[in-house]
Nanobody
């Protein structure tokens, strides 16, 4: 199974912004529920944001509400995570996924993971 490829991570100061990209050539992400997850050092991977394929509603972890925006690309094979007002606790490896599940407003995924992209928020 071809995994989506994440990019756009980097080192940013607190309060800064980054936009992460996820490309899935050959897959029409538009037909899937998609999402972004992250894993901080020493912590379990957690759902950050996801969009369902049915009602197109975006769901966010409480820790990123009002700061992060998930959206699909116009080409239907990509998705993005706009991250604003970044905090040191946003540091981690970020992964995108397709065919995610949304339960009680939270994002879940039990498939294979790509390599992710590192985001470091530090002064």
């Amino acid at each position: 199974q071809v995994q989506p490829v994440e990019s756009g991570g980097g080192l940013v100061q607190p309060g800064g912004s980054l936009r992460l990209s996820c490309a899935a050539p050959g897959f029409a992400l538009d037909y899937y529920s998609i999402g972004w997850f992250r894993q901080a050092p020493g912590k379990e991977r957690e759902g950050v944001a996801c969009i369902t394929s049915s009602d197109r509603v975006a769901h966010y972890a409480d820790s990123v509400k009002g700061r992060f925006i998930i959206f699909r690309g116009d080409d239907k094979n990509s998705m993005y995570l706009q991250m604003n007002s970044l905090k040191p606790e946003d540091t981690g490896v970020y992964y995108c996924a397709r065919d995610v599940m949304v339960m009680a407003g939270r994002c879940f995924y039990d498939g294979s993971w790509g390599q992710g992209t590192q985001v470091t928020v530090s002064s």
